[in-house]
């Protein structure tokens, strides 16, 4: 079945730890994007990719980079996790018509303790 | 250019009374218009969509909503509303040509009491 997946879905690391947030999409669409959600439910896009080697920043800085190296995997990388970096992080994906709508992963809850 | 506003963050209604989610956009195109649910500790799944085609749309879960052009509004109704609707509802944007397609609003909480 043609799915998104994000992995951890829930974890919780200390200051300083570098954490890699996968996204991985099996239905070979073009472009990519991770979305911050802080309790506020708003969606803030900090990184979206529309093909491989393809990446660019989105609305709100991040510390975070993220990679496109294969078509289907969009990791969201932090070098040095921080208390400020606490939040829901959602990866979407969506075909070379966007306008037809994404298709989200069920997120990566993050905390920094 | 496009943007999407969602009228109250927080709407509070009874178990089988109306749900009314307000969504009005703007855009310099003629815009593609979605409706996205969000459960607690979930991904934002797809509840329905308007894109071009006829101005009523009916979703999942018996949502629908309706496209008017002359209000730039796409508000989502249920006549029923039912426990489980409990959840966060996000109305978004589309029809730019370019990469990054979708704008979406600030979301609203929707209760239901019972």
């Known amino acids: 079945e043609a799915d998104i997946y994000q992995t951890p879905r829930y974890l919780v690391i200390g200051t300083g730890k570098k954490i890699t947030l996968e996204c991985s999409q099996t239905?070979?669409?073009?472009?990519m994007y991770w979305y911050q959600q802080d309790p506020g439910m708003e969606l803030h896009l900090i990184h979206y990719?529309?093909?491989?080697?393809?990446?660019e920043k989105g609305d709100l800085s991040s510390e975070s980079t993220v990679s496109r190296i294969r078509t289907e995997h969009f990791p969201l990388t932090l070098e040095s996790a921080r208390p400020s970096h606490t939040s829901q992080y959602l990866c979407?994906?969506?075909?070379?018509?966007?306008?037809?709508?994404?298709?989200f992963g069920s997120g990566t809850r993050l905390t920094v303790v | 250019a496009q943007s999407v506003t969602q009228l109250g963050s927080h709407v509070s209604v009874s178990e089988g009374a109306l749900v009314l989610l307000r969504c009005n956009y703007s855009?310099?195109?003629?815009?593609?218009l979605f409706w996205y649910v969000q459960y607690p500790n979930q991904g934002l799944q797809l509840l329905l969509k308007?894109?071009?085609?006829?101005?009523l749309v009916k979703g999942i879960n018996g949502f629908e909503a309706e496209f008017k052009k002359s209000e730039t509004s796409f508000h989502l109704t249920k006549p029923s509303a039912h426990m489980s609707d409990a959840a966060e509802y996000f109305c978004?944007?589309?029809?730019?040509?370019?990469?990054?397609?979708?704008?979406f609003g600030s979301g609203t909480r929707l209760q239901v009491q019972p």
């Open positions: 855009s310099s195109v003629p815009p593609y």
């Open positions: 990719s529309y093909g491989v080697n393809s990446t």
């Open positions: 308007y894109t071009s085609a006829a101005t």
């Open positions: 979407a994906s969506s075909g070379r018509d966007s306008n037809y709508g994404y298709t």
């Open positions: 239905m070979g669409h073009d472009k």
């Open positions: 978004a944007v589309g029809g730019n040509t370019g990469r990054r397609a979708l704008t």
